[in-house]
């Protein structure tokens, strides 16, 4: 048995609420109305560096997901895997055209926005003042200014990343709108993926996995990891 069929097998996710890898898998799972079980682990939970966990990930990083005797690690793999298996025609668009769009802006949030997106976190959020690398923020803004509007102009006659309607493909770049959204930065201004971002966030599964507060220090980082764990 490669996988469960018609959701038979409890999916398990192993991952700290307040990862935005892990939200990302939350959010599909919620999406495609999935049940599951998540277990908190890494940040201030540990236990990525046992050998249980190692045997499942050897990278001991988070997420990881296990369905049946399918067991993946890699957030975006296991989107792909859970759009492939359980949303046909709903979050994996059924026209090539559409699915290697999805495809495509995955990929482009991950490697693009994704490394400039993270420094500028960690550096404001998750550094104390007085030890944050002003150089690496500044460059960090830099690179988001010519980097979002890419994905703005995109979404300029369509209302998300694939086409018209909600996919995998909008699910790394929304859950990072989110994380950009909830500390002060100098962002540009951006009418198309503000639009769109407002439509992520009337979906109750981005309210439930994506939308939870991150503080603007790492003592309010730490407090709400805790406290919506």
């Not at 599951?36 to 045997?55: I, K, L, Q």
């Not at 994996?92 to 949030?109: H, I, K, N, S, T």
């Not at 002003?134 to 200014?145: G, K, S, V, Y």
């Amino acid at each position: 048995m490669l996988a469960c069929q018609q959701s038979q097998c409890m999916i398990t996710l192993w991952g700290r609420r307040n990862s935005m890898n892990v939200q990302k898998v939350v959010w599909a799972l919620e999406e495609l109305e999935l049940p599951y079980e998540r277990h908190n682990v890494g940040g201030s939970f540990g236990g990525t560096d046992t050998p249980a966990y190692r045997s499942m990930n050897p990278m001991g990083l988070v997420p990881v997901m296990r369905e049946g005797e399918v067991t993946i690690f890699e957030s975006n793999a296991i989107v792909r895997y859970l759009a492939a298996t359980h949303g046909q025609g709903r979050m994996r668009p059924v026209l090539p055209m559409q699915l290697a769009g999805a495809e495509q802006w995955m990929d482009w949030a991950q490697l693009n926005v994704g490394p400039p997106m993270s420094t500028l976190f960690l550096q404001t959020v998750r550094t104390p003042r007085d030890r944050q690398n002003r150089a690496a923020m500044e460059n960090a803004t830099a690179q988001l200014h010519k980097l979002l509007p890419v994905a703005d102009a995109a979404l300029a006659n369509s209302d998300f990343l694939a086409g018209p309607g909600f996919s995998f493909g909008d699910v790394p770049l929304g859950v990072m709108a989110w994380r950009m959204s909830c500390f002060d930065w100098q962002r540009p201004r951006l009418a198309n993926f503000d639009r769109w971002h407002k439509r992520l966030q009337e979906r109750a599964a981005y309210k439930k996995a994506v939308m939870i507060p991150t503080g603007r220090s790492p003592e309010e980082w730490l407090a709400y990891e805790k406290q919506f764990a």
